[in-house]
């Protein structure tokens, strides 16, 4: 039976969503700020409206009377979504966990002292004063991020109290939304990072894709693969903290849940509650389902078996290094001339520097080293050029 999605938000990751969506014969009206957005171009309709704008919201929910609402991003009026779950409408994963997910003060508060998972120290500030303060509790050096922020914008590391000014500043510019408002994490000596991609049901039966490791560069990753070399008791200490944390926010869908590995254990870092940027990495046939459809699956409320790994895969991104208002790509029948190896061009239809226009996927047999296949993504995305 077809249901009607409204999808807020059109990046990448709700291109493929819709995508996945369009394959089984769903229907979605893709929503966000400005027109041809990726995943407009694939939609069924779409919408142009500022999603911080709660009557706005209102009235495409009136006209669209949708089935599903699945967030996309985190700018967004979701104190709305408790009055559409009250409407009949199914709100992914729920009107909770996207309320309480888009602002990192929610969860982290939730994860660290409802629910007792080992986070770093932290503090929040809502000045540059406050900062000053909360810096000299947590202590240097320590990260500061918008509560309201994703990719990465905003966030730095101060490394002496001269940077406090700075941080500040940049991430008063990178939050979304309308809070000003900062998180202050200590610094976590870690020796890895991953998400764990989990997947909630609404028979309460709660799946684990095979652990996804990342590298990041200005607080967005670039490169990510499946699986990472977690042990078993790391793995198992985090599923536990994933199943705790998910449970805890309710409802069905995919949750991207962030990890540090270090020699303590596992520190709980972050949580979105949707397909995740790094597992794009799933593109390239690592599993059984991709994390779109496996998000897809969960809201329909159709069964997931099992989530099986197939391949090592990788990802790669493809960034623009320049302002374009038509952004033109070379070096893409190179990458098509490559075995094992494909890529997404996620038709952005304006560039800036460092923007996320597109990703390279590799993939080999599941007993290839995935540091050969990481190294050959990153090999091939570099031949791929974004011209203004």
């Known amino acids: 039976m077809q249901k009607k999605i409204l999808l807020l938000g059109s990046g990448e990751l709700g291109k493929e969503f819709v995508i996945a969506a369009q394959r089984i014969g769903q229907k979605v009206i893709a929503v966000d700020s400005y027109e041809n957005a990726p995943a407009m171009q694939v939609a069924h309709g779409f919408e142009v409206i500022n999603m911080l704008d709660g009557s706005e919201l209102d009235r495409i929910v009136a006209k669209h009377q949708p089935d599903f609402i699945v967030p996309e991003i985190e700018a967004i009026r979701t104190e709305r979504f408790y009055d559409y779950e009250k409407q009949g409408i199914t709100v992914v994963p729920s009107a909770k966990a996207a309320n309480f997910t888009m602002n990192r003060k929610a969860i982290r508060d939730l994860a660290a002292k409802e629910l007792g998972l080992r986070t770093a120290n932290y503090r929040y500030a809502t000045t540059k004063e406050e900062l000053e303060k ?49 998180i202050v994490e200590a610094f976590v000596n870690f020796d890895s990072e991953i998400t764990l991609l989990t997947v909630t049901q609404n028979n309460k039966h709660t799946l684990f894709c095979a652990p996804i490791g990342h590298r990041q560069e200005r607080g967005d990753y670039q490169e990510s693969w499946q699986p990472a070399r977690v042990s078993q008791k790391d793995i198992e200490e985090a599923q536990d903290m994933a199943r705790k944390i998910t449970g805890a926010l309710g409802g069905a869908g995919l949750f991207g849940v962030e990890f540090f590995l270090t020699d303590e254990g596992v520190y709980f870092s972050e949580l979105s509650p949707r397909p995740h940027d790094t597992g794009m990495v799933t593109l390239s046939g690592t599993q059984n389902f991709n994390e779109f459809e496996l998000h897809l699956r969960a809201i329909l409320g159709w069964p997931i078996s099992e989530i099986t790994l197939e391949k090592v895969g990788a990802s790669a991104v493809i960034l623009a290094s320049e302002n374009s208002e038509n952004p033109t790509y070379t070096g893409i029948e190179k990458v098509a001339s490559l075995s094992k190896t494909d890529f997404r061009v996620f038709g952005k239809p304006t560039s800036r520097p460092y923007r996320r226009m597109g990703v390279v996927l590799s993939n080999d047999h599941l007993d290839t080293p995935v540091e050969e296949v990481v190294e050959r993504a990153k090999k091939t995305a570099a031949l791929v050029t974004v011209n203004s």
Request: with cysteine; hydrophobic share 40%; net charge negative.
């Open 134 to 182: 909360a810096v000299a509790e947590v202590g240097i050096p320590c990260v500061v991020k918008p509560l309201m922020s994703s990719s990465g914008k905003g966030q730095s590391t101060i490394k002496t109290e001269a940077d406090i000014e700075k941080a500040w500043n940049y991430a008063v510019d990178g939050s979304r939304g309308d809070i000003i408002e900062v």
